[in-house]
């Protein structure tokens, strides 16, 4: 039994429209979030990962365009006119990306960790400054208030001595310390859901296993849900419990941690996961790697994106038709059609 | 001789000694000398034959610059640098002159981190993978230099009619084979390969590292692998060396590194990889604190206020890296005496 999810994507499609043709970044994903999960979406570059994080706090940059599907939200505090919600949701994807009630979501409800600390603060203003900023924003509470807040929220993602750090400039902390601030600032306002876009790929191995702690106790102690978004599939064993494996902007498997790692269904999941080196994969031996590379965005392979370099391709099934996601075992879920035949005549 | 193997009784190929790079840090209008970075401080180590040297750690503990410095990209400030040239005779590669470097050059080549920022645009493969031909051997002819190129595309798995593409016709992981051809065209004996499969997705990391072991089983080449990635290093090195804020904490044959550490740092290191198996998820044990700034680092030994089993001799005295068991070096007072926890198998 499964509780309601509070974010449900369903069949989301984002089109970037340039004048060399119409790269479909984001086609066809669908996926659930519920409170207290941590959801990990994990590809490799150009599986439009960072583009669905994007398209849900609808902040796609144009050319960019969200031009179909669903993003049911259920708000847990903001309060939407009647008009936009059903059962409780509101679909992200109808509401202006400019617009007041997309905007009250925005930070409050939805917040993001983005991917380069360096360059999502700004060098002339005090973490402080931004912080109340933040808080001021959504929450109706004079300068002194937010202020204590802001040193709360500095404390607990583990900044020593807020009260020097809140003067401070953004250049002036080191990786570690920046990533925190930038925590801090994405809890600003409580949010229900976290995107992390990368959040530790730009850091080292021993601060992000300090910032992976961090985010998997702040997620224990306030039951936040969090889309995990990443390319490393050991961060993604380590904080996911629920995994979405993307490949040119497809779904192409999608369930449980254990499950995803321990019986992978798909044979892109299942070559990526034997492609990996690992501390304890014998020295000197050669990988069974994958072949191939990920084809251009504008030379999308027709049927399965994964045909071209999948060993078990059958040819007139995967280059014609496009498999669709389906229910494999429990929560688990695959679009191949080794696991679904295609269906008969065209 | 049979590349992979260790010849640790032959003579070394390449011999860093006290090898040491200061950066001075200047401050004001008159540029006035107020410090020194010690990017590498006091670093030795030997690198045998057919071997692959891995040199490990975190953002700015030295491993770039110390690459750089064997290669003479940058003049280190002191130290030897002895290599063995094919012709048998041992030269300091630190003082040499850029003329008495020049035919050094062919016996040592470099894979760089980034093939999206180290391969001209303007320049189509076969210029790319030609240019050293024509540098260091002279070569003018250009069918000469189109079969080399031929065969050395054919070598790291690129169809040779690719030859007068450019850069941005090629995928990443192509692209770092192309960094890889015109390392490998002169026919060197020493690689040093920076972060070469870091810039890289997933599934083309495997295809480079399986390529880059081939290469060395085919053409007897020796490998320097610094990478950040513990992962990548245990899975492509003989012998793997620790460095911690500009010197070596350890230096030991992989597998006895990987399964006994002797150093705190390493032990902590090795902690901090996220291993890809739901099931093993309480192993991550962080690191406190940061790492120090090399241009004011702690006194004693420079890992002592994160180390967990610090004591007051580690905050006075600085450890010597010392052969604490055969083969296995340590930079640590109570190297051998603490129990570490390694990776098991």
């Keep these: 039994m499964q509780e309601q999810p509070i974010l449900s994507v369903r069949d989301l499609r984002t089109y970037f429209f340039l004048d060399e043709g119409i790269v479909r970044a984001v086609d066809g994903v669908s996926f659930e979030v519920r409170a207290g999960e941590v959801v990990g979406l994990v590809g490799e570059s150009g599986c439009g990962k960072s583009v669905t994080g994007k398209s849900i706090l609808r902040i796609v940059e144009p050319p960019g365009r969200v031009v179909g599907g669903e993003i049911l939200y259920r708000p847990q505090k903001v309060s939407i006119q009647k008009a936009q919600q059903a059962n409780g949701f509101v679909d992200l994807a109808k509401l202006d990306p400019m617009g007041r009630e997309m905007r009250s979501i925005r930070g409050a409800e939805i917040a993001l960790i983005p991917q380069e600390p360096m360059a999502s603060f700004s060098p002339v203003h005090t973490i402080g400054f931004q912080l109340v900023e933040a808080i001021r924003l959504h929450q109706a509470v004079d300068e002194e208030e937010a202020r204590l807040i802001a040193l709360e929220r500095l404390r607990e993602v583990g900044v020593p001595s807020p009260e020097q750090r809140f003067h401070a400039y953004s250049w002036e902390l080191s990786g570690g310390l920046r990533q925190r601030a930038i925590i801090a600032m994405a809890l600003a306002c409580n949010p229900a859901l976290l995107i992390a876009d990368e959040p530790t790929t730009a850091i080292d191995v021993t601060t992000q296993a300090q910032v992976l702690n961090l985010l998997r106790s702040l997620q224990r102690e306030r039951r936040m849900a969090i889309i995990f978004i990443t390319h490393d599939l050991g961060v993604i064993a380590q904080v996911a419990s629920y995994v979405v494996v993307m490949y040119l902007g497809c779904v192409v498997e999608r369930g449980p941690v254990e499950d995803i790692f321990h019986s992978p269904q798909h044979p892109y999941t299942q070559a990526l996961l034997r492609s990996i080196p690992s501390l304890r994969t014998p020295p000197r031996s050669f990988l069974p790697a994958i072949e191939g590379s990920i084809p251009h965005p504008f030379n999308r392979p027709p049927g399965c994106p994964f045909h071209p370099r999948c060993r078990s391709f059958m040819p007139g099934t995967c280059d014609r038709q496009q498999p669709t996601l389906q229910p494999v075992q429990g929560l688990q879920w695959a679009s191949c059609f080794l696991l679904h035949p295609a269906p008969q005549g065209r | ?345």
Excluded at chain 2, 289 to 307: K, M, T
Excluded at chain 2, 322 to 337: D, R, Y
């Design chain 2, 1 to 345: 001789m049979p590349a992979g193997t260790m010849a640790q009784d032959e003579k070394p190929l390449l011999e860093v000694r006290s090898l040491k790079k200061y950066f001075p840090l200047r401050k004001g209008f008159f540029r006035r000398l107020i410090g020194q970075i010690r990017a590498v401080d006091d670093v030795s180590f030997a690198i045998y034959e057919g071997e692959t040297l891995g040199l490990v750690g975190e953002s700015g503990c030295g491993k770039t610059t110390t690459a750089r410095c064997i290669l003479r990209a940058i003049d280190p400030t002191a130290g030897q640098i002895l290599f063995r040239t094919a012709a048998g005779d041992v030269v300091d590669v630190a003082t040499l002159s850029e003329d008495e470097l020049r035919p050094l050059r062919r016996e040592m080549q470099m894979i760089f981190q980034d093939p999206y920022a180290s391969l001209n645009p303007r320049m189509n493969l076969l210029d790319i993978v030609s240019e050293p031909l024509i540098v260091i051997e002279g070569i003018k002819s250009r069918e000469e230099r189109v079969q080399r190129v031929a065969q050395m595309l054919e070598m790291v798995g690129l169809r040779p009619e690719y030859m007068l593409r450019y850069p941005h016709a090629f995928s990443g992981g192509q692209r770092q084979r192309i960094v890889i051809a015109r390392a490998l065209v002169l026919h060197p004996r020493l690689v040093v390969a920076d972060e070469p499969v870091s810039a890289l997705d997933v599934s083309v990391r495997a295809q480079v590292l399986n390529l880059m072991l081939r290469l060395q089983q085919e053409l007897s080449l020796t490998y320097l692998f610094v990478s950040h990635d513990l992962s990548v290093v245990k899975h492509i090195c003989n012998r793997v060396a620790v460095m911690y804020v500009g010197k070596l904490v350890e230096l030991a044959p992989t597998e006895e590194l990987f399964a006994r550490p002797l150093h705190p740092y390493t032990e902590a290191l090795m902690a901090a990889v996220p291993i890809p198996d739901p099931r093993i998820r309480s192993a991550m044990l962080p690191l406190e604190g940061e790492v120090p700034n090399p241009a004011n680092p702690p006194s004693g030994c420079y890992f002592h206020p994160r180390c967990r089993y610090s004591q007051p001799l580690c905050r006075e005295q600085a450890p010597p890296l010392q052969e604490a068991q055969p083969g296995h070096l340590a930079a640590c007072h109570f190297a051998g005496q603490l129990s570490l926890r390694g990776v098991s198998p």
